[in-house]
């Protein structure tokens, strides 16, 4: 079984998480040999994981963390 781009942003989370079965972290190491985007995908991943853990309220101010509250409910009530 062959792991394409779209199955591998699907889990590369759980791969970074380390909560991978044995047989999906393979396959989605075997195609990290063979493609150089999700090899560049997984790097911009692992940036914005390392950020995110670093961010901290007070570094917005209240505008933005106002409009960027209302883009994520606008998302969740379309879902």
Do not use: P
């Given at each position: 079984?062959?792991?394409?781009?779209?199955?591998?942003?699907?889990?590369?989370?759980?791969?970074?998480?380390?909560?991978?079965?044995d047989?999906?972290?393979?396959?989605?190491?075997?195609?990290?040999?063979?493609?150089?985007?999700?090899?560049?995908?997984?790097?911009?991943?692992?940036?914005?994981?390392?950020?995110?853990?670093?961010?901290?309220?007070?570094?917005?101010?209240?505008?933005?963390r106002?409009?960027?509250?209302?883009?994520?409910?606008?998302?969740?009530?379309?879902?």
């Amino acid at each position: 079984m062959d792991l394409d781009c779209q199955d591998f942003v699907e889990i590369v989370t759980e791969y970074l998480e380390g909560t991978l079965s044995d047989d999906e972290r393979q396959l989605l190491e075997e195609h990290l040999l063979e493609c150089e985007d999700c090899v560049e995908y997984l790097a911009q991943m692992r940036v914005t994981q390392d950020l995110s853990g670093k961010l901290e309220l007070q570094h917005a101010d209240a505008a933005i963390r106002e409009k960027l509250l209302n883009v994520f409910r606008m998302w969740r009530s379309a879902l």
